[in-house]
């Protein structure tokens, strides 16, 4: 069995995290919608092959650690009608993340 | 009984720096939230697709992700779930060199003639191999 090279975590969770406003060259999983934003991170879903290489036919390593972000909705839409405590998680890689502090 | 998609291009207002499938939060009217079965030609395209990525590491999902997205505006917003598929799918066997657009078209173009030979009825559509262009 063979161990894949996997990035170091640099986030925990409960920590606040930025994510990084950039345009997407080629395929990209982080939405538009969510860039430039701030959350929290919920957990470490673990570590994934790079999907941003991997659409490319690479092997997609190192691998990058996935975390569950947890968003405001009134920090992503300005004219949010719903509850103030009202939320949204979204998977973000950390080639994604900053740290907000 | 496939309902017949529809053939739209939608209004991208503000969408500055997004890929053409990147539009959350964008308004769209209404969601189309009617269920139809899947037709055969579309149970085959999902099997295909498992068989190509899971059994025969032929391509990643990614890879058919990154197809589909760089999709221009006019081919995505009208073409259906399963049509995008498809055409990603003959796209990345070309890429990967499984088979050449010749033999797709030359093997297209017999299916055609065995069809019409049976009385079915052919579609005039085509897909374009194109990236940007309309299907």
Redesign the interface.
Known sequence: MSVEAVTAQRFRPGQTVHVIER??L???RT???LRGKTGVVASVQGAYRD??R????KP?LPSQVLYKVRFLQTE??PDYPGPASDHLEADIYEGWLESAS | MTSSPSRTTLLREGAD???VH?V??MDFGPIDRDEHDLALWEKRTDAMLILLCSKKNV??I??M??VI?DYGQQAYDRTTYYEKWIRAIRNLLVE?EIVSPDEVEKRMAELASVHRANGRRVSAETIDWAKGGAA
């Open positions: 345009p997407a080629g395929h990209c939405p538009w919608y999907p941003e991997l659409a490319y036919h997609g992503l839409w | 720096g997004r890929a990147d959350g939060g391509f990643t990614d890879a992700r990154r997205e990967q």
